[in-house]
């Protein structure tokens, strides 16, 4: 006669289902790195990642009026007052020195729906690599134009520095996403603005501060470059962690399914209340 004994009445058994059962539980109890406190360090090394090109995109304008005299944007009158000679300056062109900034926009009329779709096809690490290191090189040569006193070389520079800088938003606020859902992410964005813009304060105390101590226009320029290497070891560890995110959290690796990839062609899809939210935005920023 054969006899069963149900899982109740083994003890063997009855164990067995109890540990599964707690190990099941634990699984269902452990946080992932996105719940823990990892994404409050990944959401300060991703304001970090901003505040270098916030801060290099003012640094021309305190240094407004030296830098037109060193790149002879000025008239200028020699006078000799008591054995002493001073230079006057005056007629200074405006608008040679706002082409800083206009060289800048240009390529961002367009070049962030590619950095989008860049991000979009090639991953938000590789993206905000890519951005970081393009807004780098565009801060150096622009470092050497106003070193060797070169200012179409400064435009070069400034037009690559904007290729890189405006599309980085966008790959940061990509992989922000990825860290920080629900309310919680309104909230993590506005504090990426805050501290992005406080670049633009740092700038402003800190550059003429550098001019008046060395007397030259190179010194607070090549300090802005020296912040944008350091955003971009903010960018290097926050790729790192996210990446320790995607293991330790076996989350969905980077990438859009085929349904989800987006295409010009999508455009047309877009509805009228799209567009007045778009329309909304460009007339208030």
Not at 83 to 100: A, G, H, P, R, V
């Amino acid at each position: 006669i054969k006899m069963s004994m149900s899982s109740d009445e083994d003890p063997i058994l009855k164990g067995t289902e109890n540990s599964t059962g707690d190990e099941n539980e634990a699984l269902l109890t452990k946080k992932t790195m996105r719940e823990s406190g990892w994404r409050w360090l990944a959401l300060f090394l991703s304001c970090l990642l901003l505040m270098g090109n916030e801060y290099c995109y003012d640094n021309p304008m305190p240094l407004m009026k030296e830098i037109q005299k060193d790149m002879d944007l000025c008239k200028k009158d020699i006078v000799y007052i008591n054995y002493q000679k001073l230079e006057n300056y005056f007629e200074c062109s405006d608008i040679k020195f706002n082409l800083l900034y206009t060289v800048y926009s240009i390529p961002n009329l367009v070049f962030p729906l590619i950095g989008g779709i860049l991000v979009d096809r090639l991953g938000m690490k590789f993206s905000i690599m890519l951005f970081t290191t393009i807004l780098t090189v565009g801060q150096t040569v622009v470092c050497l134009g106003i070193t060797m006193k070169k200012l179409w070389l400064a435009y070069i520079g400034r037009c690559i520095f904007g290729m890189g800088c405006e599309s980085l938003y966008v790959a940061q606020s990509a992989i922000v996403s990825q860290w920080f859902k629900g309310q919680e992410l309104a909230f993590a964005m506005g504090i990426n603005i805050t501290f992005s813009r406080m670049g633009s304060v740092f700038n402003d105390l800190i550059t003429p501060a550098l001019y008046h101590s060395s007397g030259s226009t190179n010194i607070p320029f090549w300090f802005g470059l020296g912040f944008c290497a350091f955003s971009l070891i903010c960018g290097i560890a926050l790729v790192i962690i996210d990446g320790i995110r995607l293991k330790k959290d076996k989350a969905k690796a980077e990438g859009i399914d085929e349904s989800e990839k987006v295409s010009l062609k999508d455009v047309k899809e877009f509805g009228c209340m799209f567009w007045l939210i778009t329309g909304s935005c460009i007339t208030v920023y």
